[in-house]
């Protein structure tokens, strides 16, 4: 979650609409600004409703705040309880209707008027405008000192708004705003990751190099628990494990972003990349590098184009053609098998050596050799073009988890 409130304004984003506007809306509520509010205020009541419905669906699976604007009617038939009025509208509102909403907020441009919002009700408001901006070209802006005239004279939150982007935004934060409200820059930047990172100051994703896949450990967690999970990755990091991929297909979305979370810091603290099996949603919620997918999982170019071009994307593949079209899509690297039978996928169908080349091979992209691979097999895919190999029973299974890691990575360079 961070300070920054999206406002949205459909006329300045690009390319056919509602498609590239609701492909907007998703890549930033996958960075979970502070909220989005939907401010299509020139719609009719009935096309509000439709992209309402849409947006917070959208803002719904990120788990981002949406702030409906203007059309409280539409907000109660959908179910909202978060609303953006203008002040006027404000004023007319009952009591009653002003207390059935949660989020309640309304934009302001003089102290009086805060004031006022304040005592009828709203739960934040926002202020402006204090930049200059094309959005109000002609009126002077209000500057840092209106925006803490009014921040003293309330005591709810407060937004600034107005001209605000990369080269000012420290000046909202060191003020006593709550935090900032940008509209043409989300609706306008060619990269919404990049720009939200701009903003926020975010580090950059680890760096990723094939060198991350010569010892790739894929968890097992079977009936371990979560502790002894942790523990036994920990054990694997310090025996030269290169990169992680959490799998969990049994956890709800909320326990599996926890522990993405705390799993993610171990292997930051041992520079080594995290990622995420299958699930986009929980990768981008728990800040992880990246996420590997599988054959019938989201595709590839629908993930890259959601999460830009700084986040690892893997794919499995079993043929030249699947690999080949990973790589067009965007994958950053390749899991190639299974190439032995596997503990924990029981159906899994295998590849052979021959098959193993043939594929690695085929694309520039590094790949991994997956599935079934332990310290006794690993000699019989010898030259298979593979730049390391991902294991997960040989590792998590073990009783000294370091040592088997240690041993594995030692074989592991011999072979390749």
């Known amino acids: 979650m961070s300070d920054i409130i999206c406002i949205t304004n459909r006329k300045l984003c690009e390319g056919n609409y509602p498609e590239e506007f609701l492909s907007r809306i998703e890549k930033i509520a996958a960075n979970r600004p502070a909220a989005i509010i939907l401010r299509e205020k020139d719609m009719t009541p009935e096309d509000y409703t439709i992209l309402a419905s849409r947006v917070l669906d959208i803002c719904r699976r990120y788990e981002t705040q949406c702030i409906l604007h203007t059309f409280t009617n539409v907000a109660i038939s959908l179910g909202s309880d978060a609303i953006h009025v203008p002040l006027p509208v404000l004023r007319q509102m009952d009591a009653k209707e002003r207390k059935s909403?949660?989020?309640?907020?309304?934009?302001?441009?003089?102290?009086?008027?805060?004031?006022?919002?304040?005592?009828?009700?709203?739960?934040?408001?926002?202020?402006?405008?204090?930049?200059?901006?094309?959005?109000?070209?002609?009126?002077?802006?209000?500057?840092?000192?209106?925006?803490?005239?009014?921040?003293d004279c309330v005591d709810i939150p407060v937004y600034a708004i107005g001209g605000i982007g990369q080269q000012n935004i420290n000046m909202i934060r060191s003020s006593q705003a709550a935090g900032a409200c940008i509209m043409s820059g989300f609706m306008q930047c060619t990269d919404v990751n990049?720009?939200?990172?701009?903003?926020?100051g975010k580090v950059a994703k680890m760096e990723f190099s094939k060198e991350n896949l010569m010892l790739y450990a894929v968890t097992d967690r079977g009936g371990m628990s979560?502790?002894?999970?942790?523990?036994?990755?920990?054990?694997?990091?310090?025996?030269?494990?290169?990169?992680?991929?959490?799998?969990?297909?049994?956890?709800?979305?909320?326990?599996?972003?926890?522990?993405a979370i705390?799993?993610?810091?171990?292997?930051?603290?041992?520079?080594?990349?995290?990622?995420?099996?299958?699930n986009v949603e929980v990768a981008l919620k728990s800040g992880a590098d990246g996420v590997h997918v599988g054959i019938e999982d989201r595709?590839?170019?629908?993930?890259?184009?959601?999460?830009?071009?700084?986040?690892?994307?893997?794919?499995?593949?079993?043929?030249?053609?699947?690999?080949q079209n990973a790589q067009a899509a965007g994958a950053d690297y390749l899991g190639v098998g299974a190439v032995f039978p596997s503990p924990t996928k029981k159906k899994v169908i295998r590849i052979t050596h021959y098959q193993l080349r043939e594929i690695c091979a085929s694309v520039s992209i590094p790949a991994v050799a997956i599935g079934g691979i332990n310290v006794d097999n690993m000699d019989e895919i010898s030259g298979?073009?593979?730049?390391?190999?991902?294991?997960?029973?040989?590792?998590?299974?073990?009783?000294?988890?370091?040592?088997?890691?240690?041993?594995?990575?030692?074989?592991?360079?011999?072979?390749?």
């Open 384 to 416: 298979g073009g593979m730049v390391g190999i991902a294991v997960s029973s040989a590792l998590f299974a073990a009783d000294d988890v370091k040592s088997a890691a240690e041993l594995m990575k030692e074989k592991v360079r011999n072979l390749l």
């Open 101 to 151: 909403f949660r989020l309640l907020g309304t934009s302001c441009h003089c102290v009086e008027d805060a004031e006022e919002a304040e005592k009828l009700g709203c739960t934040y408001i926002t202020a402006g405008h204090v930049f200059p901006t094309d959005c109000k070209k002609g009126l002077a802006c209000r500057g840092i000192g209106f925006l803490e005239s009014v921040c």
């Open 262 to 278: 705390r799993i993610k810091k171990l292997c930051h603290s041992y520079n080594v990349p995290f990622i995420v099996n299958d």
């Open 194 to 200: 990049r720009y939200f990172d701009e903003l926020t």
């Open 299 to 323: 595709p590839v170019s629908e993930i890259r184009e959601l999460v830009g071009k700084d986040f690892i994307i893997g794919a499995t593949a079993k043929t030249i053609e699947q690999a």
């Open 226 to 259: 979560m502790q002894d999970l942790y523990n036994k990755i920990e054990e694997g990091l310090k025996g030269g494990v290169t990169m992680v991929q959490l799998r969990e297909k049994e956890l709800d979305v909320e326990s599996f972003v926890s522990e």
